[in-house]
């Protein structure tokens, strides 16, 4: 082995070893900080409709959280306005975005996440599916109570639908009225 071979060979051998001491001391390799616990959303009382265990394992529960700022208009004629920290305005229409869970889970409820100066009104959140021959179905439905200042509501969902990818496409909704803004949606569903 000549020099070079051996340069390169200690220099991906310490690099090899910094990269493990640094995923250790992080518990990631994106060097993300570990969350210690659930989102500072989730209620326990509301949130955990059945027992969890670690994610993506049968039975388990899990979350999908959605920006406002990820949602369009769903007609064109309507304008979306950022309105900052990932919330959007649009009062004239819904704001829409598509949802991509893995097949056979189970919806259990949504979190609508909003901002409100103040003023009388509500913020609507809504999950659809679609079967893509004109006909769809309305699974949750919420509109928020307006408490004041950033704000989030849960709504369950009263049948859980079931994720079925062959047969059908899944959309979140968010309305908002004049003087508040949509901040998203957190999906919460059962793995299959």
Known sequence: MDTKQRLACA???ALAAWAATAV???GTTDGAPVRPTALSHH???VDDAVPSAPAGV???TGYLFVAGSAFTSR???NAV???GAGCVVSTSNYVVTDLQLPDGANVLGIRSYYYNNGQPGSVAATLTSYDGAGGFTDHVIGNSTMNTGYADEYFGAVTPPVIDNASL???LLGKTVANTQFCGIRVF???P
């Open 81 to 83: 306005s950022y309105a």
């Open 43 to 45: 209620l326990s009382a």
């Open 24 to 26: 250790a001391r992080e």
């Open 58 to 60: 049968s039975g388990s």
């Open 169 to 171: 496409s899944y959309a």
């Open 75 to 77: 007609d064109s004629s």
């Open 11 to 13: 220099l991906a051998m």
């Open 189 to 191: 569903f059962q793995y």
